[in-house]
């Protein structure tokens, strides 16, 4: 067997084994009809994308379930793939232009898209390069982008059937206007934040009386835009207004006074400025009364011409405004106060409610189906908690907006005849042949100019990328998908909208499963960001620990949903079980020289209680891991290999198995032990694998017998017959034994390297054949000169002790310590411990705060209060025992 490298180097390794794996085309889909299938459609990163924290869960996650799943003999696929990602990606394409001193508007649509094409096939992407580095096994030659020429048909197809379903509509209305991406963006889009501002307390005058209404509002900018105001049909204070006129502050425009119950009495001064081009609930109001919109902003929310403030930003004409406002009399107060503004997801701007025409998708039809496969189960989405936010989302669903306002994205298929007249097609000739068949005659046509919503081609990704509208075997196999890994926070943009797509078009659910995993925090649980320096690089992070290192910390610190609070000290613990798990394969691999394990008959093999504890706990762990994988526990998956591999097999077996290795002349008892270190070391890889894929592949290339590559070798299965709760006990017992005396060892300051006697007494029959049948191994691991045992046997003078199940373990300290200066420590320690429990006895007899403190507070001071008398009770009697002696 070829042996490791004296120190383990993951730079090399990481780089060498993905190549190979790639090369080789090991990530491929196999499509097997008499196998299983199983799924996985990556979360498209956007093509401006670079890998982060987050990215490094999401991929781990998914790389260890589609790894396991590809081990244990499925169909599987893992399908990679980025979103064009419309508003993102342009603005990335319009700093170069201005870079250049040049706007879009210079090159016009058709030139600017094909330099965004440009810069995608430049730029673009760096994020699935740096995937590669995780060891991520996607199938690539399937990749796919929400732009290519077969996903922009099935978005070309999807909406046309939802428009000639009546589901599609273009009409006026409110929408929330982003000023800096100039564009729409849906409600969920809208990312609401705490900001200062205040109430502004205007005085309009009543025509024809000397009556003043007095207005609060948040927005004196608006103003300009006043066409009413709404009072209450019940309010006393203003019934005799209702159906006069209002002067407009500063514009002197006269505006109806109108009657509507919306209209909270309590709030503000019960009087509300009525403004329906900027605020969405005035829009409806003013629908109901017919009210005129006047519209005050530009695209970019400057005050638009026709005004004393024109070309004036929204907040700046707001400070002038309420300047003018005092100067003339008309400000009465101004109170200070936060409120909840809405922002931009994508680039955080102040939304501005706008009245304009767009396309909506009707969500209350298609909403029905997908409520009903949650609840029914068809769809099961973890942690369940998410599951009442999603009924509670789509009970509430309001219509999508899906058109945006810019030119890189799937431009809307719908086409107008010189009258207006609306042809929706596949392409330009289709439409041009629906004209000809409606005018009789040929005619010009002009394509609609808005583009969909990015989340729109996402929705289809399930089936898109399987050849949708066509009927491929892809589809036939991987559809519905088997499991989606996201975070929580696009469980309404993406995963919703996925349901509901993928059950309007196919009959059936997009996946089964959906697991939501947490946000990376930092270690304060801050949300990592450029701007507070607390997110780090991961490739740095790759090039220092290692991929495996990192993925395993990721994976282990885990729980399911929770959110992770990461630091780089976090990461020691995954290098160092790599560092573990490689000087302990080193080991084996040098304690194999010789062997060869295809001449052994495994049968015909003396196996001690520590061999057949070993396969137990391996068949043990092999259920349990498959189990918890199977659950999306992942991080309890990790922890079962980390106990079975570092706790198992590297504390306990391999250091038992040195004894045979070393001090034993039985050469079949040698055998043995290689044959047992081979074989659990070789499956242990297997077992790992998922987690850790390329430290496993190096260390399994160098002990295999045949196969090309760990990751297509099967997972260990549980063998029943195996796993012996017997045997597990009886080792336990050792285990007992053996921490016992380090313990006693620890305590007393004796070294390890001293010889010492020891006496176990118990009048258990088992636990007797136990030490009889491993007297070796515990004589040489305790490193005891003497052991005696039995049921009758007496207790020694000047001993430690402790208690191991039925068992009395004494080790005879004459001779292995100072008594004198083991006492002088015991009772320095012992005044410690005696002040900390008067400190606490006299906490817990005080009736006042027995009174006034919390439940969970009494119950940790009362758990503290027991330790305390448990060690002082114990150094007591230690201290005695040694002064008999």
């Not at 990163?45 to 999401?58: A, K, Q, W």
């Not at 064009?84 to 030139?111: C, F, P, S």
């Not at 060869?596 to 891991?625: G, M």
Request: negative net charge.
């Amino acid at each position: 067997m070829k042996e490791l490298e004296k120190v383990y180097s993951p730079k090399e390794i990481e780089k060498k084994w993905y190549k190979i794996w790639e090369d080789s085309k090991y990530f491929a889909a196999t499509m097997d009809e008499k196998k299983n299938n199983y799924s996985i459609m990556i979360p498209p990163p956007n093509v401006t994308g670079i890998l982060h924290m987050g990215h490094i869960l999401n991929n781990s996650i998914q790389d260890t379930l589609i790894r396991f799943k590809r081990m244990s003999e499925y169909n599987t696929l893992w399908m990679p793939g980025m979103d064009h990602a419309g508003i993102a990606t342009q603005n990335k394409v319009e700093r170069k232009l201005a870079d250049e001193g040049l706007t879009k508007e210079d090159l016009g649509r058709e030139k600017f898209i094909e330099e965004t094409w440009k810069w995608k096939e430049k730029h673009g992407g760096i994020i699935t390069s740096q995937l590669r580095k995780i060891g991520a096994s996607l199938d690539w030659d399937r990749e796919r982008f929400t732009m290519d020429e077969g996903l922009s048909e099935s978005v070309k197809d999807i909406f046309i059937k939802l428009y000639n379903d009546g589901l599609i509509y273009q009409g006026e209305y409110m929408v929330n206007w982003c000023p800096r991406c100039g564009t729409a963006i849906a409600d969920d889009e809208v990312e609401f934040e705490d900001i200062d501002g205040g109430f502004w307390y205007v005085n309009y005058s009543v025509k024809g009386t000397d009556e003043k209404l007095t207005i609060a509002t948040t927005r004196p900018e608006t103003m300009l835009g006043d066409v009413a105001i709404a009072v209450h049909p019940d309010d006393e204070r203003y019934k005799h207004l209702v159906g006069k006129k209002a002067i407009l502050p500063l514009v002197g425009r006269e505006i109806e006074i109108v009657a509507d119950s919306y209209v909270d009495m309590e709030f503000g001064t019960g009087a509300l400025k009525i403004t329906p081009a900027h605020d969405p609930n005035d829009f409806a109001i003013g629908e109901k009364f017919n009210l005129p919109i006047i519209n005050v902003f530009t695209k970019d929310a400057k005050i638009a011409e026709g005004y004393k403030y024109s070309g004036m930003d929204r907040f700046e004409a707001r400070d002038k405004i309420v300047e003018d406002l005092k100067a003339e009399g008309y400000l009465v107060k101004f109170e200070a106060r936060s409120h909840n503004v809405g922002t931009c997801y994508r680039c955080k701007t102040v939304i501005e409610p706008r009245v304009s025409k767009q396309w909506f998708v009707k969500m209350k039809p298609l909403a029905e189906k997908a409520l009903e496969v949650v609840r029914n189960g068809e769809v099961k989405i973890m942690p369940k908690r998410w599951e009442k936010v999603y009924y509670n989302w789509l009970d509430n669903i309001r219509d999508w907006c899906i058109s945006r306002q810019i030119w890189w994205g799937h431009r809307i298929p719908a086409w107008y005849g010189p009258d207006k007249k609306m042809f929706v097609a596949h392409d330009e000739a289709e439409a041009y042949a629906q004209a000809k068949e409606f005018y009789g005659k040929d005619v010009k046509l002009e394509q609609e100019t808005d583009v969909l919503d990015t989340w729109f081609s996402s929705a289809l990704w399930p089936f898109s990328t399987l050849g949708w509208p066509n009927k491929t075997k892809e589809l036939e196999l991987f559809y519905p998908t088997s499991t989606l890994v996201t975070g929580a926070d696009i469980l309404f943009f993406w995963v919703a909208r996925m349901i509901m797509f993928g059950e309007y078009t196919q009959g059936e659910i997009p996946f089964h499963n959906v697991y939501l995993h947490g946000i990376v925090r930092d270690d304060l649980g801050r949300k990592m960001s450029k701007s507070l320096g607390n997110s780090p690089n991961p490739l740095d992070l790759i090039d220092k620990y290692g991929a495996d290192a990192i993925r395993f910390t990721m994976l282990y610190n885990t729980s399911q949903g929770q959110d992770v609070h990461f630091s780089e000290k976090l990461i020691e613990m995954g290098r160092n079980f790599s560092n573990k798990i490689w000087n302990v394969s080193r080991f084996v691999i040098m304690n194999l020289e010789g062997f060869d394990v295809t001449k052994v008959k495994a049968e015909e093999l003396k196996y001690e209680l520590v061999d057949e504890w070993i396969f137990s706990r391996l068949n043990a762990t092999a259920k349990e891991v498959a189990d918890k994988l199977d659950k999306f526990q992942l991080d309890e998956a990790a922890k079962s290999v980390y106990e079975f591999l570092r706790g198992d097999f590297c504390d306990w077996y391999v250091e038992l198995a040195k004894i045979r290795l070393y001090n034993s002349d039985d050469k079949d008892q040698k055998i043995t032990a290689q044959y047992v270190l081979w074989s659990i070391l070789e499956a242990g890889m297997r077992l790992l694998h998922p987690f850790m894929p390329f430290i496993t592949e190096e260390i399994w290339q160098k002990i295999k017998t045949n196969g090309e590559t760990i990751m297509l070798e099967k997972y260990p299965v549980c063998d029943d017959s195996q796993v012996n709760k017997d045997v597990e006990k009886s080792f336990a017992y050792i285990q007992g034994i053996v921490s016992s005396l380090r313990n006693i060892r620890a305590e007393a300051s004796i070294s390890p390297a001293k010889l010492a006697k020891v006496v176990i007494k118990t009048s258990d029959d088992n636990e007797l054949k136990t030490i009889e049948d491993n007297y070796m191994f515990i004589t040489k691991l305790c490193n005891l000169e003497e052991l005696n045992y039995g049921k009758e046997i007496e207790k020694p003078a000047q001993s430690g002790f402790r208690v191991n199940m039925n068992s009395e373990v004494y080790m005879i300290l004459t001779g292995l310590l100072d008594v004198e200066s083991e006492i002088k420590k015991l009772e320095s320690h012992l005044s410690k411990v005696e002040k900390e429990l008067e400190k606490i006895n006299k906490k817990l007899s005080n009736e006042k705060f027995l009174a006034k403190a919390p439940e969970n507070i009494l119950e940790r001071d009362r758990r503290i209060q027991r330790e305390y008398q448990d060690k002082f009770n114990k150094l007591s009697e230690n201290i005695k025992e040694l002064r008999n002696n």
